[in-house]
């Protein structure tokens, strides 16, 4: 990954802010060790911190200008598709770079905002217009990469983390109407931020930012085709799935840096390896082991995936110590309240795994398109008129008073029911926020003093995030799920 930052000044006081781009990108050095650059005129401030994926050399480091020095990019991600573009719509430029930055560059040179809906792969950039004064920013079409802003009446400021604003000098009011939020659902939800004047870029929108004001829209947007449904027949849709996943993988490999896989013995990961495998040989594949918990254990899997395909298959076994030795680290890279577990092993794994390589394939997402999570088969069975289904309704006074926990089989299995009960009685919406919060709405109120009391409640909550959930149809909580999910957690 690479880091980006930067703002544009409405007035003269907003130049107190965009004067520290250098501290802005200092603090990101992390996700940027291969360069810097920075640019910063009367109005604008950009900075970078480069990861070399394609095209290593200096000529591709950013900020970059066109030669004409009208238009200049910072970029944080990957241009999958970005030879395709390069042959389609620029035949006739020469080329400086053999990055996909330039082909970014040149691309919306040629078409404008318009080409932000040509691009695959996942992107945070900032194109800067000195003609005209105008500047653009905008996010990937998921949310895969981060884009922060904080706008007053004198400035507007971007940055891929939170930590970068506050090195602008922004101010660290708590937002306190959304901490109910993360008490809820253990994250803060996209767009949201803990502080006051900050939110996310929504994925999928682009930024238009000039002297005349700032003007957000969106180029891309997931609809679902109800009337679809049936344009292919289960096999069809088979081949097609197959088709789709061994493109998007293959593009995925794309890489002048060593590359790999991480391989969790779940589906998602196992079908990414499985899918590379074809397209390179003895990738290399890496796995954590939980010495002290078994029962999270999923390495036998992982194995099994690793013979079929001939894998170089690395396999790092954590006990609890290494976990407490990292969450002051994990921590560090944290910059609002999340609490999310899986946090620590992921980071620990990217850790080792940086060792053997530079860009490692995960099967993130997986779960919230495919419908992977078990809280996808409590809603299925919602749906369907079933005598099971009221059996487990009815026993609901049973499920509370025994024995909740994730850590046995026997408990994990009355901690689901409970949870399904509980949920069958619900409105589709209302059923929407329990499975997908860790504490209902009242509990994480009641956190709270009187003089913090709020009225943000599951009703906020659908107010703010209207995704219509009707009951009538499980994509509606794939899409719902996306959005929230996905964007707020797991990316």
Not at 152 to 161: C, G, I, T
Not at 165 to 171: A, K, R, Y
Request: with cysteine; glycine share 6%; proline share 3%.
């Amino acid at each position: 990954m690479c880091g980006i930052a930067g703002g544009f000044v409405f007035k003269e006081a907003g130049k107190r802010y965009t004067s520290k781009i250098r501290e802005a990108i200092s603090c990101i050095n992390h996700r940027g060790p291969d360069g810097d650059g920075v640019f910063v005129d009367e109005t604008v401030s950009l900075g970078h911190k480069r990861l070399s994926i394609i095209d290593t050399s200096v000529g591709a480091n950013q900020p970059m200008w066109s030669r004409d020095k009208q238009y200049c990019i910072i970029f944080n991600g990957e241009i999958f598709n970005y030879k395709e573009l390069k042959a389609t719509y620029l035949k006739d430029h020469h080329f400086s770079t053999s990055s996909d930055t330039e082909v970014f560059l040149q691309l919306y040179i040629k078409k404008g905002v318009s080409c932000f809906s040509e691009l695959r792969g996942f992107f945070a950039a900032a194109i800067y217009n000195s003609l005209n004064n105008e500047l653009v920013v905008v996010r990937d079409r998921l949310g895969k990469k981060p884009v922060h802003l904080f706008q007053n009446e004198d400035v507007l400021l971007f940055a891929s983390e939170l930590k970068s604003l506050l090195s602008f000098g922004i101010p660290r009011d708590i937002n306190w109407d959304v901490l109910p939020f993360y008490f809820q659902l253990n994250y803060i939800p996209q767009p949201l931020s803990i502080l006051r004047g900050v939110r996310k870029l929504v994925p999928g929108n682009y930024l238009k930012i000039s002297k005349d004001g700032l003007e957000e829209k969106s180029y891309y947007e997931l609809a679902i085709r109800r009337n679809a449904y049936k344009e292919f027949s289960y096999e069809e849709a088979q081949k097609k799935l197959v088709n789709l996943l061994d493109d998007a993988t293959k593009l995925r490999l794309i890489s002048d840096v060593p590359l790999g896989a991480f391989l969790s013995g779940g589906i998602d990961s196992s079908v990414v390896v499985a899918m590379a495998a074809r397209h390179q040989q003895q990738l290399q594949t890496f796995s954590i082991g939980y010495k002290d918990n078994p029962f999270f254990d999923e390495t036998y899997y992982a194995n099994l995936v690793a013979k079929k395909y001939k894998t170089d298959h690395h396999v790092f076994a954590l006990s609890n110590t290494d976990f407490l030795e990292h969450v002051d680290d994990v921590l560090n890279h944290i910059d609002e309240p999340f609490a999310d577990s899986s946090s620590i092993p992921t980071y620990i794994l990217s850790k080792l795994t940086r060792k053997h390589v530079t860009v490692a394939l995960s099967g993130d997402g997986g779960d919230e398109v495919f419908a992977g999570y078990n809280k996808y088969n409590a809603e299925w069975n919602v749906m369907q008129p079933s005598i099971k289904k009221n059996v487990v309704k009815g026993l609901a006074p049973l499920w509370q008073v025994l024995p909740k926990s994730r850590s046995n089989k026997l408990s994990n299995k009355f901690r689901q029911l409970h949870r399904f009960a509980k949920g069958a009685s619900l409105q589709a919406e209302e059923r929407y926020w329990q499975w997908a919060s860790m504490m209902p709405a009242e509990d994480s109120q009641s956190l709270f003093s009187k003089d913090k009391k709020l009225l943000f409640n599951n009703q906020k909550l659908q107010e703010i995030f209207n995704w219509g959930i009707t009951g009538n149809d499980l994509n509606e909580v794939l899409m719902a799920d996306m959005n929230l999910v996905l964007a707020g957690d797991m990316l």
